[in-house]
């Protein structure tokens, strides 16, 4: 039962930080952010959010930075808007599963291409 309601909190943290960066963040540091999962302590104290953006490697470090130090806001108001006692602490992290997909694709590809170089 406890698991239920961590996995109800989490998917509502979830939705409400996307909302939240989307539309009402005012940081331009933070441009294209999707949020691919959020992991939330059983205690619902903390929640780590693992984010990608759109833009290059300094561009990502940078709305890391921007992401962690708006936390503080970002976490009381998904704490009012989810009517929570406790506000689960925010930490962003970067997605490193996309860009290590986008180099497999892109090796896969290119094995791909070779093979077809020997073949003619």
């Known amino acids: 039962m406890a698991f239920r309601r961590v996995d109800r909190v989490t998917q509502s943290v979830h939705r409400e930080l996307d909302q939240l960066i989307r539309l009402e963040l ?4 933070v441009g294209a ?7 939330m302590t059983r205690d619902l104290r903390r929640a780590e959010v693992t984010v990608t953006s759109l833009g290059g490697e300094g561009d990502q470090a940078v709305t890391l930075e921007a992401l962690n130090r708006a936390a503080g806001w970002l976490r009381g108001e998904v704490g009012r808007r989810l009517s929570l006692r406790n506000a689960p602490e ?3 992290v970067l997605d490193e599963h996309i860009d290590e ?12 291409r070779q093979r077809e ?3 003619e």
């Open 26 to 29: 005012k940081d331009p540091r």
């Open 33 to 39: 952010v999707s949020i691919t999962n959020v992991r």
């Open 90 to 92: 925010l930490k962003f």
């Open 101 to 112: 997909a986008i180099r497999m694709t892109s090796m896969l590809a290119e094995m791909e």
């Open 117 to 119: 170089i020997r073949e």
